[in-house]
Every structure is written in C-alpha cells, then in structure tokens.
C-alpha cells in the first residue's frame, strides 16, 4: 500500500509560483509518476508525468513553459514547480503514479491540494 500527500498549494495573485510537493510512503513509486488537477465542475486532467529516473517528462498544453515537474527517488518525493501562475490554473492538484507512460492505469491517488490564483 502507498500513500501519498500532497503539500504547497495555497492563495496567490496571477503571476506568482507554487511549488508542490508529493511524498509517498510505504513504498517507492510507481515508474510513472504525476499530477492531475480538478477545477470546479470540470472533469479531473492531466497535468504532468515523469518517468523513474526522471529523463522522460510530459506536460498538458496548458502549462508548457510555465510548470516543471521533477522527482527525487532518495526522498521518495515529486514535485511541481508553476510558475506564471493564471486564474485558470485555479483546481484541486492530485498527485498520482501509474505504470503506464499516458497515465491511464493510475495505482494510487494523494488526496489533493487546493491552488487558488486570483486576478
């Protein structure tokens, strides 16, 4: 069993940066590793994923350029930089690890960090 906890989000002004962390426990990551995001009455999507040994990164058009997700497997932690944050990057941010490269075989689901950009 893994468990996974999200931390970072918060209330900021559009422009300004998060960085999110996820830590899992119990025990190590899945090869694929990423976040997902929910906005209110939207469906949940795809956000980034990076692979195990962190060469092989991928982003959802909406946050090219602006988010970086990264890992560290000795802290057994993922992390997401955003940066240039925008009103509509507002969501509930999920961390999540999968054993496929598209993220469609999600293992596990942390429970969810609210981000908040205001205008």
């Known amino acids: 069993q893994v468990q996974l906890v999200e931390s970072g989000g918060g209330l900021v002004q559009a422009g300004a940066s998060l960085r999110l962390s996820c830590a899992a426990s119990?025990?190590?990551?899945?090869?694929?590793a990423g976040w997902f995001r929910q906005a209110p009455g939207k469906e949940r999507e795809f956000v980034a994923r990076i692979n195990w040994s962190g060469g092989s990164t991928d982003y959802a058009d909406s946050v090219k350029g602006r988010f970086t997700i990264s890992r560290d497997n000795a802290k057994n932690t993922v992390n997401l930089q955003m940066n240039s944050l925008k009103p509509e990057d507002t969501a509930v941010y999920y961390c999540?690890?999968?054993?496929?490269?598209?993220?469609?075989?999600?293992?596990?689901w942390g429970q969810g960090t609210q981000v908040t950009v205001s205008s």
């Open positions: 999540a690890t999968s054993t496929d490269a598209l993220m469609r075989r999600v293992v596990y």
């Open positions: 119990g025990r190590t990551f899945s090869i694929y």
